[in-house]
């Protein structure tokens, strides 16, 4: 079996972009040309790799079965022809995280701009996503996560605030419309604005004070998946509609410009800050590496 290494490499890059186009677009080549070499590779393994249809790309049971298997060790090919790079006076090459959109939105503006200009020969391809995936399988070279949802077999550095504030806020009319909550589980009897997870989990609103530990299940007239759709809930918050849980930092411009109130603030729970992940099994590609030290010099924040 003559298998090239370059249709390999394609149909991995097709497989993560799921579809001919972006995968083209991504790795600089034509679509064409990444076509007919998952051709070339389906025909000498006499299996189909992928379902193709008008409107995706899917890789088939034995596609996903190759994916799976193929991707961490192309990865580890990547990092050891990188490995040259260390000779270099500069990093050169991409550097692709999986994050979050809180951490898109509000840890990587203090760090990218500064490390882009220091590391001008470095590209940097930030995925955005609320699920835990495997940073190798999706084509990412590390992620950010918070510490209950890091694997064990990862390497964590702490990245961003070191703590950070989940905050209630309601518009000041519907406060006046409905009365000011004294207690979380006054909440029960307001609209809450709620987000969900691709996971389907919505998670429920925690409140501690004194060391107290309040659980509350609120209801209301809107649900926002989280990540992208959260703007849309904060909106709404500002709008009247109701009350908003987020992050005390994305609420902070409406919570300064008076749009919104802080609602039961004394419970406001503080938790631990983000942490840069990535497999401790593999080289590290000099991209990351020196996205890693950077992460490292910087002072940390609060």
Request: aromatic share 8%; with cysteine; glycine share 8%.
């Amino acid at each position: 079996m003559a298998v090239e290494f370059g249709d390999l490499a394609a149909f991995v890059t097709v497989a993560r972009a799921k579809g001919f186009r972006e995968g083209a677009r991504l790795s600089g080549t034509s679509p064409s040309g990444l076509s007919e070499a998952v051709r070339r590779l389906e025909t000498e393994l006499g299996v189909r790799l992928l379902n193709r249809t008008t409107r995706s790309v899917v890789p088939t049971e034995a596609g996903q079965s190759l994916l799976e298997r193929l991707a961490p060790a192309l990865s580890e090919m990547e990092a050891a022809l990188d490995a040259v790079n260390g000779f270099r006076d500069r990093p050169v090459g991409t550097l692709r995280l999986n994050v979050p959109v809180s951490a898109a939105r509000l840890v990587l503006p203090r760090i990218v701009p500064a490390f882009l200009a220091a590391y001008p020969d470095i590209r940097l391809e930030v995925m955005t996503d609320e699920s835990f995936v495997d940073v190798l399988t999706v084509g990412c070279d590390a992620g950010i996560r918070y510490g209950e949802r890091l694997e064990q077999d990862m390497i964590a550095v702490p990245i961003g605030p070191r703590t950070q504030t989940y905050a209630f806020a309601a518009a000041p009319a519907y406060l006046e419309r409905h009365g000011r909550p004294q207690h979380p589980r006054d909440l029960l009897d307001h609209s809450c604005l709620r987000h969900r997870f691709p996971s389907g989990n919505m998670p429920n609103w925690e409140f501690e004070r004194d060391g107290e530990l309040v659980v509350v299940e609120p209801k209301g007239p809107l649900i926002v998946q989280a990540g992208g759709a959260v703007d849309l809930a904060v909106d709404a918050a500002v709008a009247g509609i109701g009350i908003v849980g987020l992050f005390e930092e994305w609420l902070r411009p409406q919570l300064e410009s008076g749009a919104l109130e802080p609602v039961l603030q004394p419970w406001w729970q503080e938790f631990p800050g983000p942490f840069l992940y990535y497999p401790g099994r593999r080289l590290v590609p000099a991209p990351l590496r020196a996205f890693v030290d950077f992460v490292k010099s910087r002072p940390s924040t609060p």
